[in-house]
């Protein structure tokens, strides 16, 4: 068993006490401070070079760094080895007998997997083994692709965080964890990514994320990350809000068109694109304004009731057309009425998938989110897409996917994968 020395773990009263020794004094960078749930702690973590710092304070009376820190005072806690399959460790470990805490890696700070060995076992010391998480790289430049007389345009509205489980509906933690690691609140990271369709004359967006109308409570539950958000965007791609001549909703789910009202001087909320038209599907607008309790917290009216008032908003059927070369596509299953966007020039198909596809890891026909409607009209929609996709080279975008933007089905010996073009 191979393990490399990846932190100190220090348990402190005073956060702020330590800080003005650690940081001020001896002059070390602090990294970054994560709550870690499942232990009842706040850690904060100082950078020594080739290791860590991990300073731990107490969020609940009864956990373990309380209970330490009341019988011993502050003072050193624990020693962390990185191992790079935790799994394998421990059961070296069992083989020789030696006594763990953890039987089985629990979830740790930064996705992180890890298990304790009994203080008892380690000559005094209590040693933590860790197993990192695979870093998910995340990508979001504005990056143009040429499809036929088309010019498209990739954009980012930032990332946010969902529940990993609700994201992969009835696969196991186990089959998804490896390809989107989740964080210690089982949330995986997800993009916002709006598409733009330039035909010469015409500038179109397809969908334009989650906008800036949240309050801190919200912004935290989704983990949003918007540092980098559509305006940054659009003008990394030369164009401006102004420039929009048509928004076209996928469907009405608040990551999809949050973005497409905002707060103007006044607090009103206004369309967010002043010079564009606003397309959505008929009956996609019907449920999304009489939701139900299934639905409703998906479905904020402040995202597209002011472009109905606003006069700006036109209704369209399964199989619209909305500018030539730009058709609707019912996917349904996701909600009943959810919308892919085809894109057709000079011969060749791009598609914009929304939520049928959110990333690529759902490329798998049964790989369909929990919070779909209607499951297994995904299934049954994506099985026959796949098929196409495939044998036509359509690029298809994924509007959620963290790490690829577009790339091109393929299938050999039965296995789909995803060669990434974007
Ligand atoms: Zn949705
Ligand atoms: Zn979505």
Redesign the pocket.
Known sequence: MKAFLDHVGIAVSDLQASLAFFKDVLGLHVESTEDIASQRVRATFLNTGTSTLEMLETTAPDSAIARFVEKRGPGLHHIALRVEDIDAALAHLKSRGIRVIDEKPRPGAEGALVAFIHPSAAHGVLVELKQPAAKVELFRKATRHTLGDFELITLSDGFFALDGGAMFGVVPRVLWEKRLPPDDANRIP?SMRPLIIRTGKITAIIDGGCGDKWDAKNAQIYKLDRRYHLDHALAEAGLAAEDIDIAIASHL?F??VGGFTAFDKSGKIVPRFPKAKYIAHRAEWQDATHPHERNRASYLQENFVPLMDAGVLTLVDDGAEIIPGVKYRRSGG?TPNHQVVMIESAGKTAVFT??MY?TSVHVPDPWVMG?DLLPVETLFFKRGFAKEAIEREYLVFF??DPSMAAGYLREKDGKRTVERII
């Open positions: 997800l789910h990551d999809h996701h929304a939520d959110p919070f509007e959620h």
